[in-house]
């Protein structure tokens, strides 16, 4: 304490008032919007990626490239979270897997998909031994219920990575985020799924450059993946039918 009795920052009661004064909360969601802001910003027509890929509305993904969207906080906080546990699950298997003499690579950035009118970039979530591709994804406790593990988008992401890396091998581990259940799949390649794949982003590609709307999924508005898509009030608004967009 200083001699006029004003606190110090040295002081442990001024640090302890001052940050319990901050709100973490409203601190919280203002960093993971600016983070949501910077994603958006590298996104572009002609420029895509693996996450698109097998995404069961093209209209969401149409969405993502041509609405500034801002989502809610919940909904950030919730891919926030999932974020954490994959890379704290990527790091555990890496030190596991080496410690066994394997040789694993995290974030393994996958050489783009390039053709005359779009490209397709991407990462595995873990490459071993240059040969198995390794794709991790967390989900909630419902998702083991329905015996529809593992889902075709999550396929053809690892399509397209084993395709580009040339690797012989992949799998897909589910993660439930709540308990720490652990359920791997094994995935074969399958050429039609990756052509399938790539046909679809071409389909994207077509539909942002003509301002051509996708139809709207049949599961509008409250089954999945329309039920927690936070796109749709622009969809309500917009119709089922194909149609330029409005504004």
Partial sequence: MLEDGKLSRADPVFFEVNVLAIDFGVMLTEYLQEAEKNKSKTRSIGKYYASELGNECLRQSYYRYTLNHEIEPFTLGVFALGNVLHDFLGNVYKIQLEKDGHVVELEKEVPPYKNKQFEIHGRADMLVDESLVVDIKTVSPNAFKFGSLPYESHKSQVMFYMHQLAA?????????????????YVVEYEPKLFRSSVSQIRNLHKSLLSGELPPRHEAFPKKYPCSYCPYQLECEKNGPQKEGLDG
């Fill in 168 to 184: 012989d091998e992949a799998g897909i581990i589910y993660v439930d985020k709540y308990a720490l259940r652990i359920v791997p």
